[in-house]
């Protein structure tokens, strides 16, 4: 079964401190990306990637930083966690399909709390 | 305004009702995504369209490509089915999703 995985479901974290959430896909994906989703907010693109060691902004990269090493591993970096940040991050990776658009597939999410 | 809206924001339904939820939206797309998130979980992806209409179980999905507007529609409604449903469109060259806020659904038995 092909799959998106987390690191950790649930993490709590000290205001300063670096955090580091951990995705891994083993679809072979080029793309792969992080979210974070907040209530009334929904999902927003923190940022992504389309290959090893690139990466792009997306929305709301402020705060946030991320490596691509190696394909299959997509790390999302908080440099200096702070209390705004305290939210559920979903990763996801995508392909495209032979229909000429991307198949998706998204983690379980990391519900992180900043304290 | 939101280059997606969904509507309803908040459903609440009896065990066996047919449920609709719809999703419009503003720019060009080559697809567009249903999403289901259970509470407290992860995002699980149910439909990917582009024409058409799509059924699995219970569930079915259809796009307007000339009114840019699709439905997902729930027949005989089970409280299993309470969840997040969230519509996204598939835009740009590297197809990013553009996310709707997301439908929540309670279902009574």
């Known amino acids: 079964d092909v799959k998106v995985t987390q690191s950790s479901r649930y993490l709590v974290k000290r205001t300063g401190e670096k955090v580091f959430l951990e995705c891994v896909q083993d679809m072979d994906h080029e793309n792969m990306f992080w979210y974070r989703q907040d209530p009334g907010l929904g999902l927003r693109l923190i940022y992504f990637s389309y290959d090893v060691k690139m990466k792009e902004k997306g929305d709301i990269p402020e705060g946030y930083s991320v490596s691509r090493e190696k394909k299959e591993r997509f790390s999302l970096i908080l440099e200096s966690a702070s209390t705004n940040q305290t939210s559920m991050y979903l990763c996801?990776?995508?392909?495209?399909?032979?229909?000429?658009?991307?198949?998706?597939?998204f983690g379980s999410g990391t519900r992180l709390t900043v304290v | 305004k939101n280059e997606v809206e969904q509507s309803p924001q908040n459903l609440t339904a009896q065990e066996g009702e047919f449920i609709t939820i719809n999703c419009s939206y503003s720019v060009g797309i080559s697809a567009l995504h249903w999403l289901q998130q259970h509470p407290g979980g992860g995002i699980v992806s149910l439909f990917m369209?582009?024409?058409g209409k799509k059924k699995h179980g219970r569930l079915i999905a259809t796009i307007n490509i000339q009114e840019k507007h699709s439905s997902l529609h729930i027949t005989a409604s089970h409280p299993r089915d309470s969840a997040v449903y969230i519509c996204a469109v598939e835009g740009g060259s590297q197809g990013n999703l553009i996310f709707g806020k997301g439908t929540k659904l309670s279902v009574k038995p």
């Open positions: 369209l582009s024409s």
């Open positions: 996801a990776s995508s392909a495209k399909t032979g229909l000429g658009y991307y198949g998706y597939t």
